[in-house]
T-cell receptor, first 111, second 115 residues
Framework: QQPVQSPQAVILREGEDAVINCSSSKALYSVHWYRQKHGEAPVFLMILLKGGEQKGHEKISASFNEKKQQSSLYLTASQLSYSGTYFCGTAVSNSGYALNFGKGTSLLVTP | DSGVTQTPKHLITATGQRVTLRCSPRSGDLSVYWYQQSLDQGLQFLIQYYNGEERAKGNILERFSAQQFPDLHSELNLSSLELGDSALYFC??????????????FGPGTRLTVL
């Protein structure tokens, strides 16, 4: 049930954009995005519920396509502070007490 | 600072030993989740408690057990430790029993090293 994230890693220059994808083989109820800096705890970014909504948080936004069981995280005009590993956590529709996390996408923003 | 506390921060022990990791959730949160994070597997869900009762089980080994106490703090017990148990162990807390719609706040983690 672990969702698949792509790409595994990406390197950007400051100001560039990036897209991180998360896909599941199961019908999803919600998708949760977290960012983790090295050696620190994952920090919550946003939740997307089924209904195909799109959410934004400053220059970080995400979409959820429940028909395709996919979510994408969009980082625009990236800043150095965006560096870290991004995880998506998914809650499947027929259960949902816990999240299944992908293996993460490592993002490095360089000056 | 998420408001979730975990102790100890680091733990170094030998194979075959038993250790206890402790987690205190955010004030008002009734749900506690335990995760194991190793380099090649990402965040693996172990177990969840809500208001003292076990709610969900993930990939938790039989050598591992957990409980949540009346004051809502939780402990994860790891026994007969093996080298492969070396990892970062996180707990997270949330307010309601289901993860589907609620935000989980992660603690700083306990780094376990088994020698």
């Amino acid at each position: 049930q672990q969702p698949v994230q792509s790409p595994q890693a990406v390197i950007l220059r400051e100001g560039e954009d990036a897209v991180i994808n998360c896909s599941s083989s199961k019908a999803l109820y919600s998708v949760h995005w977290y960012r983790q800096k090295h050696g620190e705890a994952p920090v919550f970014l946003m939740i997307l519920l089924k209904g195909g909504e799109q959410k934004g948080h400053e220059k970080i936004s995400a979409s959820f396509n429940e028909k395709k069981q996919q979510s994408s995280l969009y980082l625009t005009a990236s800043q150095l502070s965006y560096s870290g590993t991004y995880f998506c956590g998914t809650a499947v529709s027929n259960s949902g007490y816990a999240l299944n996390f992908g293996k993460g996408t490592s993002l490095l923003v360089t000056p | 600072d998420s408001g979730v506390t975990q102790t100890p921060k680091h733990l170094i022990t030998a194979t075959g030993q038993r250790v206890t990791l402790r987690c205190s959730p955010r004030s008002g949160d009734l749900s506690v989740y335990w995760y194991q994070q190793s380099l090649d597997q990402g965040l693996q869900f172990l177990i969840q408690y809500y208001n003292g009762e076990e709610r969900a089980k993930g990939n938790i080994l039989e050598r591992f057990s957990a409980q949540q106490f009346p004051d809502l703090h939780s402990e994860l017990n790891l026994s007969s430790l093996e080298l492969g148990d070396s990892a970062l162990y996180f707990c997270a807390s949330s307010h309601i029993p289901t993860a589907r719609t609620d935000t989980q706040y992660f603690g700083p983690g306990t780094r376990l090293t088994v020698l």
